[in-house]
């Protein structure tokens, strides 16, 4: 008996001491209420390094806590090769990931929280720690498999500079809202939010008056250089339409680029400044056409859905008024003004402005269901064009919950509408942007009484950023390939099976497939040729077989073909592929192509199939872009 009581005291201490081990010498610990089983909700932590100053062998703590409780712990270390699985209990509860120093875990110079479950990003955080914690923004954990990813950088260095961008367009210089009065109530919020560079459109007027007021009481080392954009003698005195001001030095400012019918410095323009620490940044100010007002299509057919109504509209004919002239604005800015302004310059941009357009990522289908959405899927051009040319939607990188974060500028003052409005942007380029937080401003401020209800028709968009010096950073990652979206692109075959057609290839969906006509056999060679939906600078082609290893089909012998035309078509490419089910690439350089084709010349069975397609090409080169016309 006494020693059973022994035994049962002396058990647990082991435990705890071999707990405590492993806490020290394992290199991924996980702490939940049970171990993780397949269908359960569960957490995955990992930890990425980099840096020229990481500590040796470093341990990192992460918490997955709601309403004060942790509901997952992990502890990982530089060993750590994959993630900590664990389960919680937290579903539907509003919670944070911390990242702290306990226990002897360490924090890097820079800490970024990424949580996402499978591609859609739930919260994002960039942390410079000055304390003992690091905390991320507030997200709603969803059941099913969650992702916490958090990289810490070591650096001795210098970090960067704090910049706050803001862009608002002022309406009628300001004075549509309420004349003079209203002007200087305007340059009262500008002082309140603080910019460090303030982008204005429809400054009409109000630029010499918005800079005296922001430089009022300023020491002579914080107060802003102002530029004036449209600078042409055509829109002078009346409609100098952009501004730019800069509390750091303006060392240039670029020469107008006219494109003519379709637009001058009335619609695009910038500078270039230097940050305190030698960093250059490239500004850009921009209004992009408004006619084929694309909200108010979406608001009526919103409103229609809502109260059972016919559609006046279809998917198409709302995206489509992106054609009407803002598709041609963003092709120039994009392949014309930014190359030829820049000719190589690599320093980071700050593009922001009235885009007149609204949010492809916010009109995807993750939010087809978000209030004011109605179930509608747009894939709008403008702001597609933007992202695949590399910008950062910066609000939205921010707040990535759309339905959550609406982050409506249209219209604070006639009123938000049934469907929500965000047409006005501030957009990052480049590796050295860090994007802290972003917010609208659509409230009037409490010493300016509510005998109006704002200032302007349109909200402002205000971001923190830090933006790093390019000689201080770590080395890159690998550049990830940029992939021309299946969702533009369609599919046509030589020979298909019923149930297995082209576009089958370019579904997403790895459990379906294109496969040439099996019964009667169609003889070899067979190929399916994609449209790209736009005229790309394509780089490889990825092939994946068949998943559902049957033996049939594999294409064992291959050629390329390019076109622009869809006419006449040029090899690019050739070659032979093991017969096995891993996924196959092909490297090549096809510029100006719109039209790509695989054409099997082998395959086991004397037949072809294609689970996916996918077509890398390089970014920034995109010359031409159509609107998926589904609906």
Known sequence: MCKNRMNFIIMPILAFILMISMLATDSAIGLAAAGAAPGKDTVNFSVELNGDSVPRNPRFKLELVCNGRTEALAVLNSQSKAPVNLPHHAAGQLCTVQASTDGGAVLGNEVVFTIRQDEDVLARRVVYPDGQQAVSTDFHVPHGELTVEVSHEFTEGPLGTPVRAMV?????????????????????VMRHENP????????????????????????EDQQYTAVQVTNEPVHQPDNDNLWIFSRFPVVKQYPVMKHPGLMNSFHFGGIKVQLPDGQEVNVFNTWIYHEGWAWDYVNRTVGEITYGLPRTYTNAEIVATDLVRRIEHIRKILTVNLPTLLQGDTSPILLAGDF?????????????????HAGLVLQWPVTSLMEEAGFIDSYRWANPDAARYPGSTWSPYHGYGMAPGRIDYIWAYGQEMRILGSHTRDQRL?????????????????????????????????????????SQMTAYSTSEHVGYEASKAIDGNLKTMWHSEWAPKDPLPQSITLDLGGVYDVTGLDYQTRADFKPDGIITGYRVLASADGAQFAEVASGVWDRDYYLKKIEFFAPGTRYLRLEATEGSGGVASAAEIRVRYEPGKVQESVVNAGE
Do not use: C
Request: glycine residues 10%; proline residues 9%; hydrophobic residues 30%.
């Open 168 to 188: 608002w367009n002022l309406w009628g210089g300001g004075r549509s809202a309420g004349g003079e009065e209203n002007v200087q109530q305007i340059i009262d």
């Open 196 to 219: 460090d560079i303030l982008f204005t459109v429809e400054t009409y007027r109000s630029g010499e008056k918005i800079l005296a007021g922001l430089n009022e009481g300023l020491p």
């Open 356 to 372: 007149n357009t609204l949010s492809s990522t916010d009109w995807s289908e993750r939010f087809a269901d978000a209030p004011g």
């Open 446 to 486: 409490p010493e300016h009484g509510t005998d109006r209800l704002f200032y302007s028709d349109h909200a402002a968009v205000i971001t923190d950023l830090i933006i790093r010096n390019s000689n201080t950073l770590p080395d890159p990652p690998e550049p990830q390939p940029s992939y021309v979206p299946h």
